[in-house]
């Protein structure tokens, strides 16, 4: 909760997403109607609000508050159960383990959003906006590919019904993917989506360039038309978090 009076201090810069109890539905819906009134612009999950471990109806009645107060949902990497508990490891940290977890951070993040597109979440709450924060972007077109064409062969068989989209199309109009780092990501920003790519800094952590961010950004989006450019840098969260 320290974070709303934290932001406060520059509202026309800063505005903080609160992170929401791992405990059940009502509790979760209980803290994103306190976020909402103490003007956090957006919430965050640890777990699926219901405190399972797949993606359930029995979520529908967080989801449903959460589209009425027009709150983003955010997923930083992933997801993990309301029950997980961390283990003390006497290894030393570092290693080829911290390697492979550092560079495969955008790993969990398809699944999920195949999770929620394939349940139909945003069928049932079409303005519902997610995003994925710190997992990359270019990724995304494999993903929507496959999504579009495993959709199209086995939707009878597997009796999934997405109406009249395709399953790249909810991606399109509930999702957001935050990126750091990804030249790869911003060169093919048209088949990632424009309009679904935010730039993240993550300062103060040791992957961000600070106090060279400037050139990061005009390094990545070299080519680039400036409109595009202004979209992912800029216009996409500031439209989502009200500065604009």
């Known amino acids: 909760e320290w974070i709303s009076t934290w932001v406060s201090h520059s509202p026309e810069r800063l505005a903080c997403i609160w992170q929401m109890p791992a405990t059940g539905i009502e509790d979760a819906i209980e803290m994103l109607r306190d976020a909402q009134k103490a003007g956090a612009v957006g919430v965050g999950l640890a777990s699926w609000p219901s405190g399972q471990s797949l993606l359930s109806r029995e979520d529908d009645a967080f989801w449903a508050v959460a589209e009425e107060l027009s709150m983003p949902i955010h997923v930083h990497i992933g997801l993990v159960p309301a029950n997980y508990t961390t283990q003390k490891v006497a290894a030393k940290k570092g290693g080829a383990p911290q390697l492979i977890a550092l560079a495969t951070t955008m790993s969990r993040m398809p699944v ?4 929620t597109i394939f349940n139909g979440l945003f069928q049932r709450f079409p303005r519902l906006q997610f995003v994925g924060g710190e997992v990359g972007a270019g990724w995304v077109p494999y993903l929507l590919q496959e999504m579009d064409d495993r959709y199209r062969r086995n939707r009878y068989w597997c009796e999934v019904n997405l109406g009249d989209k395709f ?13 750091v780092r990804d030249q790869y990501g911003v060169q093919n920003c048209d088949a990632v989506g424009v309009d679904n790519m935010m730039w993240s800094s993550d300062f103060p952590h040791h992957i961000n360039d600070w106090p060279n961010s400037r050139y ?12 595009k450019k202004q979209r992912i840098f800029c216009e996409n969260a500031g439209e989502l978090y009200g500065f604009l």
Not at 217 to 227: H, L, R
């Open 112 to 115: 999920l959003i195949a999770e």
């Open 167 to 179: 399953p790249s199309e909810y991606f399109r109009q509930s999702w957001k993917v935050g990126f």
């Open 216 to 227: 990061l950004i005009d390094s990545m989006a070299q080519g680039i038309d400036e409109a």
